[in-house]
């Protein structure tokens, strides 16, 4: 098996708390690339990972302001502009009445950038990934915690990755075909 | 050792008999893969048949006019518009659950929201029928609501009415709740697909779950979507039934008018949302057995949450009486006078006794943490609550201005059959909701087990 056709090596865990302690572990002996796939999120492991904060806040901040903005383009546009109808005598424009639905756009607009931003940055959807392939990938799910060193680490070699995850207390590990 | 046992008194365990991970998957998603007892089989039947009733009468006026309801001059809102503002209360508990406790890092929403969220669903789904079947031609409908481009006559909404704030705020909040719902869902979803048995629900839950995996780095973006759409939900629950309210406030009708209306409005519909949780919440704790996860601490939380409420809306109620006297209007000072002692005093004080005299009762420990007294009071508030709106809307308009054109409103058995049928697409969901997706969020539940490990003795 070639380096390229392997996704890396998957060791099963216990307990979020022998997860972490592996993460660790893996990243002390030099391995850059790597994934948990657990059933709920494990507290501290972007830490354990290295891994940045998500930058969704501010897909949410532009398309809620994109959002507001499209509600007072609506209003002004097709009440003062296209079709000026004085209705009570109010005015035609106004910040003031123009509120609410400025507010409900721009929520309406920041949700479907979280939900859309959130499942773009993660790659999905995506219905299938090499590590569905793992023996007890059904518990990634359920019970059980994964960690997966991926091929793409410096200076990844299958059987070192496994022996390794083996030295940490995994269970189940497997090498994973890319 | 006594501190331990008064934290354990005052704050006992929201997950009861020390599940392991794997026991909560298969509890909940047992409900979903097993047989539903004889008993959901029988309410279906039955809700399904009203559902049918609903659907029936909305063809029926439909096709004739909504004449066939009993508004008409001087009540031109009557029971539809009670239904909207009754449904649309309703469906706040959801939200205010999954996001607002959320915020406030209340753990006990964990295994409620999902099945709150749910409610907020159908119940808005409710609330949409009737004021679309109130334009009395739905078809047309879209040109009236929203800013299509109208072939016929160019013309735009009077973005300066309320209605219209209405239709986008109530249309914003079916569609974030939805969103915020099958996001928290796609996890579980994934955990349903695994387990999958036969090919048909691999596929099912393999598309819905959008191949979902549980990374860490799903998670990163994961929670913190979930964190941003808790965030900007909580303003969206308060500035829906605000919206609701300014219908009301923002024309000039006495017992309308009033800047008091959207708080008012708001904690009512918590009020109302809460009692219909506990309604349906103390029946699936039941039948399917989930003692465990939804325990006395919930239900007596949800209760206190009822009790609080119910006193905003019984000081409300009391401020309107004064502001009618002390503003010195006295076409003010009439509407409440008429409100409380006319023709209409019986559904006032239906009114007040079961929102304001009856959740008193839950400054009783005994009475808060008794299934069939909670399981009473609930449906008794929700009584209380659809008859505020019908007093609210009803006796402000039954005696307008000019005493020649006084009236008194009565409803035809199809308004009543309307109601009913709107009760039976409700609950036909709701049942459709507990057989076919989890009503426990797993995910949120074994994530609580694993801080509760973490942190023994670190409870609330």
């Known amino acids: ?178 | 050792m006594a501190d331990l046992a008064i934290s354990q008194e005052l704050n006992p365990a929201l997950v009861l008999g020390e599940p392991v991970y794997a026991d909560v998957t298969r509890k909940v998603s047992g409900i979903v893969e097993g047989r539903m007892p004889r008993s959901w089989y029988i309410a279906i039947a039955f809700t399904g048949t009203l559902t049918l009733v609903l659907a029936a009468m909305l063809t029926y006026l439909a096709f004739t006019g909504i004449g066939v309801w009993g508004n008409n001059s001087p009540v031109g809102w009557a029971w539809d518009i009670t239904n909207f503002v009754f449904w649309i209360g309703i469906g706040h508990a959801g939200t205010l659950i999954s996001a607002i406790l959320f915020l406030f890092r209340q753990r006990w929403r964990t295994s409620i929201n999902r099945f709150a969220e749910a409610m907020t669903l159908f119940a808005v789904a409710c609330a949409g029928i009737f004021p679309l079947f109130h334009t009395g031609r739905p078809w047309r409908a879209v040109y009236w609501l929203f800013p299509v481009p109208n072939p016929a006559l160019h013309i735009w909404q009077n973005f300066r009415s309320p209605l219209i704030w209405d239709v986008f705020a109530v249309s914003t909040y079916a569609t974030v709740s939805a969103l915020f719902w099958y996001t928290g869902l796609v996890p579980d979803l994934a955990t349903l697909r695994d387990r999958a048995k036969t090919r048909a629900r691999k596929i099912v839950f393999g598309l819905l779950s959008l191949g979902w995996r549980g990374s860490a780095r799903h998670w990163r973006h994961y929670e913190l979507a979930y964190l941003l759409l808790a965030g900007i939900s909580t303003p969206l629950v308060l500035s829906v039934h605000t919206i609701v309210s300014f219908d009301f406030a923002v024309s000039v009708i006495p017992g309308w008018h009033s800047t008091i209306f959207p708080p008012y409005f708001v904690a009512g519909a918590i009020f109302s949302g809460f009692a219909m949780v506990v309604t349906l919440m103390v029946i699936a704790r039941q039948v399917f057995d989930l003692k465990q996860f939804v325990t006395m601490k919930h239900l007596e939380n949800m209760n206190k949450v009822m009790m609080a409420t119910g006193l905003i809306v019984g000081f409300a109620y009391a401020t309107e009486f004064f502001i009618a006297w002390y503003s010195g209007n006295r076409y003010e000072r009439f509407v409440f006078l008429n409100r409380a002692f006319g023709p209409y005093w019986w559904a006032y004080w239906t009114m007040v006794s079961c929102n304001v005299f009856l959740p008193q009762l839950f400054w009783f420990k005994r009475v808060r943490t008794s299934i069939p007294a909670m399981f009473i009071i609930s449906i008794l508030i929700n009584v209380g609550m659809w008859f505020e709106r019908f007093v609210i809307i009803v006796t402000s308009l039954h005696r307008d201005f000019l005493p020649s054109s006084w009236g008194y409103f009565r409803p035809t058995p199809i308004d009543m059959l309307t109601l009913a049928g709107s009760f039976g697409l409700f609950l036909t969901l709701f049942l459709l909701f507990v057989r076919f997706l989890p009503m426990i969020s797993m995910t949120e539940v074994k994530g609580m087990l694993a801080a509760d490990a973490a942190h023994p003795g670190d409870r609330p």
């Open chain 1, 1 to 178: 098996m070639s380096q390229s056709a392997i996704y890396g090596a998957v060791a099963e865990f216990a307990s979020p708390e022998s997860l972490l302690a592996a993460i660790r572990g893996v990243r002390e002996r030099g391995y850059s690339r790597l994934d948990a796939f657990t059933p709920f999120p494990v507290h501290g492991i972007d830490e354990a990972l290295g891994a940045p904060r998500s930058p969704l806040g501010w897909i949410v901040l532009a398309t809620g302001l994109a959002g507001a903005a499209a509600a007072l383009m609506l209003i002004w546009w097709t009440g003062a502009i296209n079709y000026p109808l004085v209705v009570a005598g109010k005015p035609l424009f106004a910040f003031e009445f123009s509120i609410p639905i400025t507010f409900e756009l721009a929520v309406l607009f920041a949700s479907f950038g979280a939900v859309i931003g959130m499942f773009l940055f993660n790659g999905l959807p995506r219905l299938y990934h090499p590590v569905f392939q793992h023996s007890r990938f059904e518990h990634a799910t359920d019970d059980r915690f994964l960690l997966a060193i991926e091929a793409d680490s410096d200076g990844f070699e299958a059987a070192a990755a496994v022996e390794t995850l083996r030295a940490l207390g995994g269970e189940h590990v497997e090498v994973i075909a890319a």
